[in-house]
């Protein structure tokens, strides 16, 4: 279940949002990856820290972004393979659509904002590709 009640980062009923340990800095711009050497340019304000939490617990499970996806983003393809990466399948807009909506009807697992939301105080604590 994903927490669409935060004060900065609103998320509307309409909006498609995925949570991934998947998003870069390229050139200082943050990036979703979606295949072995395929990215997402993103905006500042389609992400932001979040944890994901057991929901009968409430024991961190992983830290990682809540991204807004959007159909129709485009997918850059570079010509070398990212490392620290290994996809068996490229991810698709339509493909991340479906891993949001699964990720909000999910009871077991929780996730929430964590810590600043402004890029420029996110982006030191964002790997490069």
Partial sequence: MINKNCRDFKIA????????TNVRLYKNKPVL???NNKVV?????????AQAYI???MD??????LVKV???????????DFDGFCFEKDD????????????DKDDKDFYQIKGKLNFFSL???????
């Fill in 60 to 65: 961190v499970l992983a830290e990682g972004f």
């Fill in 92 to 103: 698709t807009m339509e493909s991340l659509i479906e891993l949001g909506e699964q990720q």
């Fill in 41 to 49: 340019f993103l905006n500042a304000g389609d992400f932001a820290k």
């Fill in 123 to 129: 982006s030191n604590s964002i790997d490069r590709l």
């Fill in 70 to 80: 959007h159909s129709d983003s485009k997918i850059y393809t570079f010509h070398h």
């Fill in 13 to 20: 009923n309409n909006e498609n949002v995925i949570f991934t």
């Fill in 33 to 35: 990856v979606v295949g």
């Fill in 55 to 57: 929901h009968e617990t």
